[in-house]
Every structure is written in structure tokens, then in C-alpha cells.
């Protein structure tokens, strides 16, 4: 017998004591900082999250017509491995056999079938491969009955523009992501697009759902509706007569803006040409952009009412003043520059200056107000500042600031050059003669619709009575009155319609092409509205380079067009026909070149119905 | 030991750990082999039954041998093959060729291991490990020969190498956990140190040249160093174990709560257990598991440290190094700390056979520190007549007669 060593027990038992404790150790630092390494590996095996996707909200006219809005569609999708896999466990040769559903599919969604082999080969490893977008049911249906392993389809959300191209400057577009690019697509963005919400599922090792904790489900909150003050019929109006007068006279291009001048809303703003939104990628930029905001240019004539308004505000002149303007030149500025109109006239008053548009009455005024004067008239009417309608990209246009101006200026600015207005100021500023005088806040959305199906406007939208008084409204008025006249018997009777009395100024200004002037390329723009009594649409046109062996005056090309578009939205808006204008006051009657009382009747009432 | 009705007896503490793992290991078992159903309420698996059912049975075994006195396992004469413990070692050794028979042995994930034996399957290999500690026990104290020649001490190992080799075919964890152990049995058995010292370096360089000469065991046998540069591959198994111990936290998830186990941890019932306890019960479970096994190293060191018969001081630190030593693999396996072997946790992981038997050799254990027999303990020479008519009560009594102190 011998008996086993206590001591040499004591050791290995010592020692396996010290194992248990080290492993112990080993435990605990593999639960706290050991984890570190894997946790993040742990939860990309168990968890499997997915976004929940926000609807993206849709756009209305202010009418509740839709004008862009989100319909879910379904994607074709492919895994490629699950597919080879799924072959082979047939015993099938998986290459061949994919060649050969890839064929029956592209049959049905008109692909080049070599192209997407090609593309599953490269990704053949890929879990996800997406082969078509929007695809309609009877696609679905067809794909399905092939019955073929790793196809499947996921839902996607397809941006529609049902009215085509029309507004499509103020709508804009969206890109591929869904993401606005243009317009109030790009402007409201973030309030229609929403927000995806995402959910994070515990799976087991064959991705069986498990469980969703409150706190890895973050529903999608989906974008509100916008409401806008287009009108779309008004919008087809102006497009239509945009697109007429712009292919008539072989023009550019061309915008239009119609403003209701007692709320600043833009119930049309039209460029010529247009795009279709659905395919935005086939527009080119230049044509995507929306110039009615985006390009300022030199008004020329349509400024004049923007200078005599003030004037006769501030009594540096009077409506029967009469300025001997004698003949078709004056050299003004030191007897340097020759100022020009197109018809000589001895003695013209202030009215008739308007009315037939005078250079010289213009210089001649403005030299008696002064630069600082002028700038003060045009920075009264905000032009250089931007309107803040709710469209991106919008320019300031140019006024210089004083200190710039020079002695050639004083002309210039009175014919509406040295500057730069966009359409969208011009109309804004008719809308202040059109209103009384208070200059208004351009807005193109009228309101939100949020999840509870409410409507919300803007809280900090102006009232009416709100709005600055820029001009008084007695000197509003009066000018109003001019510009009728205008229509009358000056430079825009093309304009004239035997319903309504429309008031207007027309404008024909050189465009400088390559930074200089030339005889070819003309600005036509005609800014006004209707009707008198009580005006309830402005609006400001302006066509660049229309065909000058056709036609270059604003009274000719764009004139007419307005009109149009004036008669054609007030006969839907159905506002009453207008009685006969009231003629001149009685001390203007006896000053106005070749007064006769007749023109202002009337000649017939027809209600012209267009196709 | 003293009896005493103010105290929990010894025997008593180890069936209340047995109790306690094989409590744990059912309720573990249940829990990581539960998966997603649909169906709502507690439903029993089919791991989880067959355990509490081999639960049941291993504390039956358990019981009944500590009831029993080990000392049968002497034999009478000093034939050595009159010797049960040599029988015992025969009959392992004709299990372990019989499992590589074809169509005798069962396959299972690529690996014959498995003997049918009526309603269970048997590894051999669980059955050679106890043979081993049984026979040393008896080898190393009555001496049937003298260990102190080195002649002796290689005619120890001839028998023990042998039937090692036979395990280390079907099963290279327990081949490796039986050489530590027999280690440390020669250690305490008091076998010269020199003797040893000539012996294990050429062992050890044998079994290092057996992993190393082929290039995919080497690979297996290193991947444990950085398991990730073979995700998919050799270190799927270790890095699902670190991603249960990085998911659980300190805190674990509260049982029933792993993710590990739903599919994701291979093994999770027997190899990888203890990392499914680790998840769900967090550092508290793994101290747990230790204490318990720390309770039966300490039942075994209660018997080596106390004046009695060699024999059962011997036996004892056998079975507590077995238990103990299998349980530091399995749990240096699952913490990514040595290359993994096939080693259940004993006592918790599933599986019938070697539960079973690991019940019977604590048993074993169990009875030793029932049954006290004297420092020089002779074989009593015609026992069994005796011992067939005895009473409890008498039986005490003959014994406190052989007993000196």
C-alpha cells in the first residue's frame, strides 16, 4: 500500500483552482470591454433593419386639381445567388439555367437580355439586384407565372404629373431618389418628402422574425400636401397664349406671370418652353430653368409707369403737364447722347407720354426728378430685392445703389435700362397700381395639408391692409387710368378687348447679345391687367427675341397675347363686362394729342368663345 | 468525517451540487434548444425532455452506487486479473475497438463514436476515461508491482497507453483529457518524479507531431489565435461563442433571452453550453457553474486531506480531477481560450450516456465519503458473506472495528 501524495494533490487542485479563476477573468472581460469587438458584428447577424418608406406628399391647385402626386409601383428584383443556389440544389447547371430565365424575363420587360446576363454575372455574389422600376400589374402577373427561384418585387413610390408639362416650372420635378430637384418639389422638399421611419426586427439564424422592440420601430411620418395658388386652367391659358405668340413670332423663349393683385397670389406663372416634370433628366437646364424668376432683364418701357407713378406722387409733375418734346430726337445729356422715339410729336402732356410712350417726355421728366429721385421711385416698388415668393432660385434683378449712377444714367433708368427686373417684379408692381397702391407679397402656396387632413396656411402671411402703401392711391389711380388709355388709343390697342377694360404698358427693349447692343434682338413685354373698375388679374409677359422680320414691338408680339390670356381667365373666372371708360379729366382732354371721345365706347359686346 | 444530525454530511453536499448542475443543465439544455415555434406557452423540447429524463435516471445511479461501498472495486486476492478495475479497463478496450467496427458503431457528424446498447447509445470513450481513473486508482495504491522501478512504472503505462490510443482515433479531446489526468494521478500516486520527467516530454512531442505534421489540423488547432480570419470556416463555432458572451453582457439577457441559440451558436446544447449560460445569466451563471464545481473539487479534497484508506484518497482525486479538468477544456473551449475539442461540460451539456456515467462515478465520489474504511484497509477476506446478512447498524459496528482511530 502506498498512500498518494496531500501535497502534490494540493498542487493540481491549486492549479485547477487558478484555471476556474482565470477563466472567470476571461468570462468577464469577454462580457464588458472584450465585447466591444463583437457586439457591433452580434447585432448586424440578429437585427435586421429596413427602412419604412414616407409617402411623399402631393401637390394641389388651388382649385384641389391634382398636379403631382405619389403612387406606389413595384420594382423587379433579383438575387442572383439565392437563384444559382436554387438551381444547383436541383441538379440543374446553374449558369445555363439562369441564362435561360433571364431570357424569359427580359422578354417580358423588354431588356437586352445579354445586358442583364452580364450584369447578374458581375453581381453574382449580390443578394440584390434590381432589374425594372415601375412595372404595372399585367407585368406582375406575367413574371410571376414563370414561377422562377430569387425574383421578387418591392414596392417603390413613382412620382406622377398627370397635367403633363403644365406649371411645370413651378412644380418642378423630382430626381430618381425621389428627392425634389426643381421648383416647389425642390423648394418644399423636406415637407413632402416626410420622413422615413425604420424598423429594426430580431431575427433567428433563419431569419424568422423574432421580436421589434418599441424603440427600433420609428413609423414613417408621410410629407404633407401642398396647396397652391395656381389656378391650373388659368396656367393652361397662359401656356396656351404663351406658347401661340412665342411660335408666331418665332420667339426664344418667353414667361408670364398672372398675379391677383389684392393677395399677391401667382395663379399662372408660365415659361416658354417647357418640360415635362415626368422625365425631368430629358430637360436641359437651361430649360428647366424658371426664368419668370430666375432671369432678370432690361424692362425698357414697361418701367416708365414706375417713374411717372412717383412723380405724380410727389408733385413733381401733373397728368396735364406738357412737355414740348418737338420731333422724333432730343439730345439730351449735354447734347452728347440723342434720345429717340418712334413718333415725332410737337408738344405731348404727361398722359400722352404713357400713353404713346415718349423717350424724351420720359428724359425730360426724369431729369426734373433727379437720379436720386428715380431711385428712390424704383426702390419704392422693391425693385433689386427679391419678391420671397416660395420658389428657389429666385434673382434680385439690379438696381445700382446711387453712388454708381452717373450723368447718362438719368436717361437711361426713364427708358428702363441700366436695370434689371424680373417678370415676376413687373407684375408685382402692376399689382400695386391694379390695388390702390399697396405693393403686395407674391405667394404661389396657398396652404399645407397636414396628417390630420387640415388645411394650414401660412400664419405670417400678410393681409391685404398689411401690405406697404407705396404709392398713394389717388396717384395709383391716376396712373391706372393712363394705362388704360394705353390700351385705348397708345401702344397697346392689340390688347383691347371689346369686354373688359384692360390698363397695360407695352415695352420693346434691346437685348444686349454677347454684351452689346445690336438692331436685332428685341424684348417685347407688355405688364397690366383688368379689368379698370375693379382689377382682379395683373399680369406681365414678356416674349425675348421674336423674329424681327415678323414682328419686334411689345405692343405687336406680346401685347396681343396678354390680352388674350386677360379676356380668356376673366371670362372664366366669369367676372361682369366692363361699362364704357370713363373719359379723361376735363383739363387732360384739352392737352391729349388728337382727343376723340368716340374711341373710348365700346364698339360691340361678343362674348368670344375659343375652342 | 463525523455523522451528525446538526450538520449536512458530505455525501449529503455532493448530491445536493449533482442535484443543483443537473437542475442547471436540464433547465439550460431546455432553454437553448427551444427555438421559434409560434406556438404560445411553455412547451418541454425534445433535448429538454430527454435530459430531465437522463437527469432523473443519473441521480437514481447516483444514489444507488453511493449506497454502495467502493471498496468491491478491490479485489481479494492480489491477482491482477482477478482485479474488477482490470476488468473494467478490458471491457472499455473492447468497446473502444468494437465503435470502430463498421455497422456496430454509430456515426455521428462524421465521427464514430457511438455503440448502440439497448435503448441508448454508449461512447466508449466516457467509459474508458472512468476505467482509466479506477485502474489507477487501484494500480498506483495496492501495487501489484513495484512502480519504483522504471521496468514497473512502464508497465503502468502499457495498458493506459493502449487503450488511450484507442480513444484518441475516435476522439482526440478525451485521448488528451485522459493523458492530463493520468498525469496527474501518477504525480499524486507517488511515482519518481524522473520516471515522469523521461516519459512525458517524448509523449508530448509525439502528440504535437501528430497535429503539427498535418497542415489542416495544425490550421484547426491555431484558429482559436484569430477566429476571425477564418469566419465562415474554422472560426464560425468560436466567433458565434464570443458574439453569446458580447450579447449577454455582464448582466446576461435573463434565461430564456439568448439570441445565440437560435440557430446562430453551433453546439448549443453540448460543447457551447456554457456560452448559452454565459448569454442568459451573464457573469452570475458562469460563477455559478464554477462554484459548483469548485463544491466537488472541494468534496474530493476533503477526502485526500483526511487520515484514511489510500485507495479512497486516491479514487476520490481522480474523480474530482476528471470532473473538474473535463470541465476547465470544455469552458477554455468556449471562452475562445485554447483550440476546440469535443468536451461536454459535465453534468450540463445534453447527451445521455456520458451523463449517466458521470452520475455513476460521482456516485462513486458520494460513496467514498459515505463509507470510511481505515488507513491501511484490508480487504475484508470473506466479505461478501458477511456483509449479506448485515444490518445497517452491524455493519457499523464490524467496520468501527477495523477502523484504528
Redesign the interface.
Known amino acids: 500500500?502506498?498512500?498518494?501524495?496531500?501535497f502534490?494533490?494540493?498542487g493540481?487542485?491549486l492549479l485547477?483552482?487558478l484555471?476556474?479563476g482565470a477563466?472567470?477573468g476571461?468570462?468577464?472581460y469577454?462580457?464588458?470591454w472584450?465585447?466591444q469587438?463583437?457586439?457591433a458584428?452580434?447585432e448586424r447577424?440578429?437585427f435586421q433593419a429596413e427602412p419604412l418608406f414616407a409617402r411623399r406628399g402631393s401637390v394641389f391647385d388651388r382649385n384641389g386639381m391634382l398636379m403631382a402626386g405619389t403612387v406606389q409601383s413595384q420594382s423587379l428584383f433579383v438575387d442572383p445567388k439565392f437563384m444559382a443556389d436554387e438551381f444547383k440544389n436541383l441538379g440543374l447547371e446553374p449558369l445555363l439555367e439562369m441564362d435561360q430565365a433571364v431570357g424569359r424575363i427580359c422578354k417580358i420587360i423588354d431588356r437586352n437580355p445579354l445586358e442583364i446576363s452580364q450584369l447578374l454575372g458581375d453581381r453574382a455574389q449580390s443578394r440584390f439586384v434590381r432589374l425594372a422600376d415601375n412595372l404595372d400589374e399585367a407585368t406582375i402577373r406575367a413574371i410571376d407565372r414563370l414561377d422562377l427561384p430569387g425574383i421578387g418585387f418591392s414596392p417603390s413610390n413613382i412620382r406622377y404629373y398627370p397635367m403633363g408639362s403644365i406649371a411645370s416650372h413651378v412644380l418642378g420635378g423630382v430626381g430618381s431618389d425621389g428627392n425634389g430637384l426643381e421648383g416647389v418639389e425642390l423648394k418644399f422638399n423636406k415637407l413632402l418628402a416626410g420622413r422615413d421611419g425604420n424598423k429594426r426586427t430580431?431575427k433567428?439564424?433563419?431569419r424568422?422574425p423574432?421580436s421589434v422592440d418599441a424603440d427600433d420601430y420609428v413609423a414613417a411620418q408621410h410629407g404633407q400636401h401642398l396647396i397652391l395658388t395656381i389656378d391650373a386652367n388659368i396656367q393652361t391659358i397662359v401656356e396656351q397664349e404663351l406658347a401661340a405668340a412665342c411660335e408666331k413670332f418665332k420667339a426664344e423663349n418667353g414667361e408670364a406671370v398672372v398675379m391677383d393683385p389684392w393677395t399677391g397670389e401667382v395663379l399662372a406663372l408660365a415659361n416658354y418652353p417647357t418640360f415635362n416634370p415626368q422625365v425631368l433628366n430629358e430637360a436641359t437646364q437651361e430649360r428647366r430653368r424658371d426664368r419668370a424668376l430666375t432671369d432678370p432683364y432690361e424692362p425698357g418701357s414697361t418701367i416708365k409707369p414706375f417713374i411717372v407713378g412717383p412723380a405724380l406722387q410727389s408733385k413733381v409733375t401733373r397728368s396735364a403737364e406738357v412737355f414740348p418734346v418737338n420731333g422724333i430726337s432730343w439730345p439730351a445729356g449735354y447734347g452728347r447722347r440723342m434720345i429717340r422715339d418712334v413718333h415725332g410729336y410737337q408738344r405731348l402732356a404727361l398722359w400722352d407720354v404713357l400713353v404713346k410712350s415718349s423717350n424724351i417726355g420720359m428724359c425730360m421728366l426724369s431729369q426734373r426728378m433727379g437720379n436720386k429721385g428715380l431711385h428712390d421711385a424704383l426702390k419704392s416698388f422693391d425693385f433689386g430685392k427679391r419678391t420671397g415668393i416660395e420658389l428657389p432660385g429666385e434673382d434680385p434683378g439690379l438696381v445700382n445703389p446711387l453712388k454708381k449712377w452717373n450723368r447718362f444714367s438719368t436717361e437711361s433708368i426713364a427708358q428702363g435700362y441700366e436695370m434689371r427686373v424680373t417678370p415676376l417684379q413687373l407684375a408685382r408692381g402692376m399689382c400695386a397700381y391694379a390695388n390702390g397702391g399697396r405693393l403686395v407679397q407674391p405667394h404661389v402656396v396657398e396652404g399645407t395639408v397636414g396628417p390630420d387632413g387640415r388645411i394650414v396656411r401660412d400664419a405670417s402671411r400678410k393681409q391685404f391692409s398689411q401690405a406697404p402703401q407705396v404709392i398713394g392711391a389717388d396717384a395709383a389711380n391716376q396712373v391706372r387710368r393712363i394705362l388704360c388709355d394705353v390700351v385705348v388709343r397708345g401702344t397697346a390697342t392689340r390688347a383691347r378687348s371689346t369686354t373688359y377694360n384692360f390698363f397695360g404698358k407695352t415695352g420693346t427693349a434691346h437685348s444686349a447679345k454677347n454684351g452689346a447692343y445690336n438692331e436685332d434682338n428685341y424684348t417685347s413685354s407688355f405688364i397690366g391687367g383688368g379689368p379698370y373698375e375693379h382689377p382682379r388679374l395683373v399680369i406681365a409677359m414678356v416674349i425675348h427675341n421674336p423674329d424681327k422680320s415678323l414682328a419686334h414691338f411689345g405692343g405687336t408680339v406680346a401685347a396681343p397675347a396678354a390680352g388674350q390670356v386677360l379676356q380668356r381667365s376673366l371670362e372664366y373666372l366669369q367676372i361682369a363686362a366692363s361699362p364704357d371708360l370713363p373719359l379723361p379729366p376735363p383739363q387732360v382732354q384739352d392737352v391729349l394729342y388728337a382727343f376723340d371721345p368716340s374711341v373710348y365706347r365700346k364698339k360691340s359686346v361678343t362674348v368670344s368663345i375659343k375652342e | 468525517m463525523d455523522d451528525s444530525i446538526y450538520r449536512l454530511r458530505n455525501h449529503d453536499l455532493l448530491l445536493l451540487v449533482v442535484i443543483s448542475l443537473l437542475g442547471l443543465g436540464v433547465l439550460m439544455v431546455q432553454s437553448a434548444s427551444m427555438?421559434?415555434s409560434g406556438n404560445l406557452g411553455f412547451q418541454l423540447t425534445d433535448l429538454g425532455k430527454k435530459q430531465l429524463i437522463f437527469a432523473g435516471v443519473g441521480i437514481g445511479l447516483f444514489i444507488l452506487i453511493k449506497q454502495v461501498d467502493y471498496m468491491r472495486l478491490v479485489p481479494r486476492s492480489r491477482s491482477v486479473w482477478l482485479a474488477p478495475a482490470t476488468w473494467l479497463m478490458l471491457i472499455a478496450m473492447a468497446a473502444c475497438v468494437a465503435v470502430l467496427i463498421p455497422h456496430v458503431g454509430i456515426e455521428k457528424n462524421g465521427a464514430r463514436r457511438w455503440l448502440p446498447l439497448g435503448v441508448m447509445q454508449v461512447q466508449p470513450s466516457e467509459l474508458a476515461k472512468w476505467a482509466v481513473v479506477i485502474f489507477l486508482a487501484w494500480w498506483?495504491?495496492?501495487?501489484p508491482i513495484d512502480?519504483n522501478r522504471f521496468g514497473g512504472f512502464l508497465i503502468t503505462l502499457v495498458p493506459i497507453g493502449l487503450l488511450t490510443l484507442l480513444v484518441v482515433i475516435q476522439d482526440f479531446g478525451t485521448a488528451a483529457l485522459i493523458a492530463v489526468v493520468t498525469l496527474?494521478m501518477l504525480?499524486?500516486?507517488?511515482v519518481k518524479l524522473w520516471h515522469l520527467a523521461v516519459v512525458v516530454p517524448p509523449v508530448m512531442a509525439i502528440g504535437l507531431w501528430f497535429v503539427a505534421h498535418k497542415e489542416y489540423r495544425w490550421k484547426r488547432m491555431t484558429a482559436f489565435l484569430d477566429p476571425y480570419a477564418a469566419p465562415q470556416a474554422e472560426g464560425y463555432h468560436m466567433?458565434q461563442s464570443?458574439?453569446s458572451?458580447?450579447?449577454?453582457?455582464?448582466a446576461g439577457t435573463g434565461i430564456g433571452g439568448g439570441?445565440?441559440k437560435?440557430?446562430?451558436l453551433p453546439e448549443d446544447t453540448t460543447d457551447f453550453i456554457f456560452a448559452t449560460v454565459?448569454e442568459e445569466l451573464?457573469?452570475f451563471g458562469?460563477?455559478l457553474i464554477?462554484v459548483f464545481?469548485?463544491g466537488i473539487?472541494m468534496m474530493?479534497?476533503q477526502v485526500?486531506?483526511s487520515k484514511r484508506d489510500?485507495f479512497g484518497?486516491?479514487l476520490a482525486?481522480g474523480i474530482?480531477?476528471m470532473i473538474?479538468?473535463q470541465a476547465?477544456i470544455n469552458?477554455?473551449v468556449a471562452?475562445v481560450?485554447v483550440p476546440t475539442k469535443g468536451l461536454s461540460l459535465p453534468l450540463i451539456s445534453s447527451g445521455g450516456s456520458g451523463l449517466i456515467i458521470t452520475c455513476g462515478a460521482l456516485g462513486l465520489l458520494g460513496s467514498i465519503l459515505k463509507h470510511r474504511h481505515a488507513?491501511?484497509a484490508v480487504v475484508p477476506e470473506k466479505p461478501r458473506k458477511k456483509r449479506v446478512r448485515k444490518s445497517k447498524v452491524i455493519n457499523n459496528r464490524m467496520w468501527s472495528e477495523w477502523t484504528t482511530a
Open positions: 500500500m502506498v498512500a498518494p501524495s496531500s502534490r494533490a494540493s493540481v487542485f485547477i483552482v484555471i476556474f477563466l472567470i476571461r468570462v468577464g469577454l462580457q464588458s472584450g465585447s469587438k463583437n457586439i458584428r452580434a447577424q440578429q430580431l433567428d439564424a433563419r424568422r423574432i | 427555438g421559434v498506483l495504491t495496492y501495487r512502480l496527474a504525480l499524486v500516486g507517488r466567433i464570443l458574439l458572451f458580447a450579447t449577454g453582457g455582464l439570441i445565440q437560435l440557430g446562430y454565459c451573464g457573469l458562469a460563477l464554477i464545481y469548485l473539487l474530493a479534497w485526500m486531506k489510500s484518497r486516491m482525486f474530482g480531477t473538474c479538468t476547465t469552458l477554455a471562452t481560450s488507513i491501511d
